[in-house]
């Protein structure tokens, strides 16, 4: 079982940072998941934004944030972070970590399969 807690959000401004951590906890078991970062805003579904591999040697970004965010883990501090910069009012949204072994992201149908754990969100609001 691996859990999940996000922390890190909070009010910004336009054209500002943040940085997002995301504590992963997989209870003893030898597990080397792959962690993806999601977005929702009121209204909307949740929204792609990125996902690292377990080495942190491969990551992939959605369209909307690549060359602003960008993920990292430090797996000895069982850590990932999303670093957010040029932040944007279309950027607020509810950002969720969530963690598989071996997801599958299809951005053009949509489809985040595999990415069987999930925190609970922290709220990033950027104000303009």
């Known amino acids: 079982q691996v859990q999940l807690v996000e922390s890190g959000g909070g009010l910004a401004h336009v054209g500002d940072s943040l940085r997002l951590a995301c504590a992963v906890s997989s209870g003893g078991a030898a597990m080397k998941p792959f962690v993806g970062w999601f977005r929702q805003a009121p209204g909307k579904e949740r929204e792609f934004v990125g996902v690292?591999?377990?080495?942190?040697?491969?990551?992939h970004y959605a369209d909307l944030v690549k060359g602003r965010f960008t993920i990292s883990r430090d797996n000895a501090k069982n850590t990932v972070h999303l670093q957010m910069n040029s932040l944007k009012p279309e950027d607020s949204a509810v950002y969720y970590c969530?963690?598989?072994?071996?997801?599958?992201?299809?951005?053009?149908?949509?489809?985040?399969?595999?990415?069987?754990?999930w925190g609970q969100g922290t709220q990033v609001t950027v104000s303009s």
């Open positions: 969530a963690a598989g072994q071996s997801p599958t992201v299809d951005e053009s149908r949509g489809s985040y399969d595999g990415f069987d754990y």
């Open positions: 690292i591999t377990w080495s942190g040697g491969s990551k």
